[in-house]
């Protein structure tokens, strides 16, 4: 898998597994066996084993990491707090990933998410909503208007939790790599009126 892919197909991982799709996350990890040895690939699957509570195998990973890079600091960390203190808050081990993953997105910027939509109409090329967060078939509908989008808009009641600056920040990357744009043209504010609540709406501009 080509270097930027494999950077979507993780940042996209991470996103579906904060979101809680575990088992859809853990699949796009296996999907490239290429992927799924790089230590960020097997550090984001042993905090997804760490999330469903099974510790003894987000442990084993971990140390295999340790093992094959022992460079990698977020493993080496994520061993030393292993067991230190109950870890029942959901989500615990996939924000500690937060910035190391964060730190893969070329430049993606957080202020982007305060910024505002172009609002001029006839600069609008493209607009359609989803049932969740873009990932997968939704971020090869936004790569197909590649050279033609300048500005993505995207609306959404998710931006509204604080707690998600990381999960925001990912998720630029992911929709800025996807459409060939910088990340600071990557848009985010709220739901428009009347959208379902968890919904995305997506809006490409030329200019």
């Not at 993780?10 to 088992?23: D, E, F, K, V």
């Amino acid at each position: 898998m080509p270097a930027n892919n494999a950077k979507t197909a993780l940042l996209c991982a991470y996103t579906l597994a904060s979101a809680r799709h575990y088992p859809e996350a853990e699949a796009l990890i296996l999907s490239d066996a290429e992927l799924a040895k790089t230590p960020e690939a097997m550090d984001l699957l042993a905090r997804i084993r760490a999330e469903q509570g099974d510790l003894p195998e987000a442990r084993r990973l971990w140390q295999e990491i340790q093992a094959l890079h022992p460079e990698h600091r977020p493993s080496r960390q994520a061993l030393r707090h292993l067991g230190k203190r109950p870890h029942a808050r959901a989500g615990r081990w996939l924000g500690m990933a937060a910035a190391a993953l964060v730190g893969l997105l070329a430049g993606a910027s957080v202020a982007a998410a305060a910024a505002r939509p172009p609002q001029a109409e006839p600069d609008l090329t493209a607009t359609w909503r989803l049932p969740g967060i873009p990932t997968g078939q939704a971020l090869a509908d936004i790569a197909a208007h590649r050279g033609r989008t300048a500005r993505v808009a995207l609306r959404s009641d998710f931006f509204s939790d604080p707690a998600r600056v990381a999960q925001r920040a990912v998720l630029v990357g992911m929709v800025s790599q996807a459409a060939g744009i910088s990340p600071a043209n990557v848009y985010l504010s709220q739901a428009p009126d009347g959208a379902p609540a968890g919904s995305f709406t997506v809006e490409l501009y030329r200019r």
